[in-house]
């Protein structure tokens, strides 16, 4: 029988311990939509799809080279997996929990322990800030959803990739978001992994904030690859894997397709190709440091011929959440999933209908880590606050129904958070370390793409 799941990961939120084992107790078990003969199924089909297509290796011979001492078939850039191979290579090592360091311990998660982690929506270009009105996003907006995110108890994980500050140099945005992010939260944060230099610059700015000593020994960062294209791995992914990983950082793997554009347009041979690609890019993550934490995803959304666009929020993308729940766990390692998505242009009923579905779903399935879980508007386009304000009532809302307890009362709304957020400390000494960390990096870098 699988196991059930507390509604919240830190520890401010834990039960009152009753035996020695009672932080892995579980309020519900985890709903399981495919029967056993569909998860064998399943099983085969990615089998058979990294047997006979493989996944292609772009630009990273040493990735290539790692899968071949694996024992993987390679033909260029094509790397083909004996039955079972990448699967055992995951299971052999990977970790079925991990803990994430934050800055304050209280705000530490635990990935695969007892509850579902929050984090807030990552990466849209556009913003409904203070004023309401959708524009791209700035700088200041993004420090508007750290606090946010700092002052709300419903959100677990700080994320740090809220909007892309378009105001900020494109060459220094990530080092300007990470310092806000890791000065406005001491929660724990997410690293950046569009490129290597974004990679090297999210370690070292842990090491700035953690010490040398602890990045050496604990978790203290977790990088996103995601698997876009069908069946390829880019070389830039496979960069940011494979060196998070050496780092004994965390990666989360990730298949997020489009349903009739990157992936099959039926359900079922969909998540197949999703665990093919997930069961790959884990192993790699083995094959570069055993032992080091994963954590896989397999969500995605369908792509819809009337608006020429993906939709978010529908039952294709909560069954799919759902059923690669639970492939994934079968893994043995912690499991993303998705929150609070839709396609609603506003922060409106059908917007709050979607969050409400997703979150529960969410829950439902005993997904790890929720991304996506407030602010997320227009299938990803737009950062809003007050949609943020209301995903953290419906987060708190399926909480309260895990723990079978009254509904809360509804929030006051953005601003009541934004009144509520206080600067957490940071000791002068880490303060000036990170200060002098930016302001050295972010010269580097701004020389290199003048160059």
């Not at 996103?224 to 496979?238: D, W």
């Not at 809003?384 to 009362?409: K, Y």
Request: charged share 25%; aromatic share 4%.
């Amino acid at each position: 029988m699988g196991r059930s799941r507390l509604p919240c990961p830190r520890a401010r939120h834990r039960p009152m311990p009753m035996c020695p084992d009672s932080a892995i107790d579980r309020v519900s078990t985890p709903y399981d939509l495919l029967t056993s003969a569909q998860v064998e199924r399943l099983r085969a089909d990615a089998d058979r799809i990294l047997d006979e297509i493989g996944l292609e290796v772009r630009e990273h011979p040493d990735a290539l080279e790692r899968f071949a001492a694996a024992g993987a078939r390679i033909d260029g850039t094509r790397v083909r997996f004996e039955p079972g191979l990448a699967r055992a290579l995951v299971q052999h090592s990977a970790p079925p929990r991990f803990t994430q360091r934050a800055r304050n311990p209280v705000n530490d998660v635990v990935f695969g322990g007892h509850g579902t982690v929050t984090a807030p929506a990552a990466g849209p270009p556009m913003v409904r800030g203070r004023d309401g009105i959708r524009r791209y996003a700035r700088l200041e907006d993004f420090r508007d959803f750290a606090r946010l995110t700092q002052a709300s108890d419903a959100i677990d994980h700080a994320g740090a990739m809220y909007c892309e500050p378009t105001d900020c140099d494109a060459a220094v945005r990530h080092l300007r978001s990470l310092e806000a992010a890791l000065r406005l939260t001491d929660k724990p944060v997410m690293g950046y992994g569009r490129d290597s230099d974004q990679v090297t610059d999210s370690i070292d700015a842990m090491r700035a904030v953690f010490g040398e000593a602890t990045m050496a020994n604990e978790c203290c960062l977790l990088t996103m690859a995601n698997i876009e294209a069908p069946l390829v791995l880019t070389g830039t992914t496979a960069e940011a894997l494979m060196r998070t990983s050496a780092a004994g950082q965390a990666v989360l793997v990730a298949s997020y397709p489009v349903l009739g554009m990157t992936a099959p347009v039926t359900v079922g041979t969909a998540l197949a190709q999703m665990l093919a690609e997930v069961q790959a890019g884990a192993a790699l993550t083995q094959l570069v440091r055993p032992g080091a934490p994963v954590m896989v995803g397999m969500s995605g959304a369908v792509f819809s011929m009337r608006a020429m666009r993906p939709e978010f929020g529908g039952v294709e993308g909560l069954f799919l959440m759902s059923a690669g729940a639970q492939l994934a766990r079968d893994l043995g390692c912690p499991v993303r999933g998705d929150g609070a998505v839709t396609s609603s242009k506003l922060p409106d009923a059908q917007a709050s209908g979607d969050a409400t579905r997703g979150l529960a779903c969410a829950h439902a399935a005993n997904v790890d880590f929720a991304l996506h879980s407030a602010g997320w508007l227009e299938a990803g386009l737009v950062m809003s606050l007050e949609r943020f304000a209301h995903d953290v009532d419906s987060i708190a809302a399926v909480r309260a129904q895990g723990l079978n307890a009254p509904t809360p009362e509804p929030g006051r709304g953005w601003e009541a958070l934004m009144a509520e957020w206080r600067e957490p400390p940071m000791d002068s000494s880490t303060a000036q370390t990170l200060a002098d960390f930016i302001g050295e990096r972010t010269r580097r870098r701004l020389r290199e793409a003048a160059t």
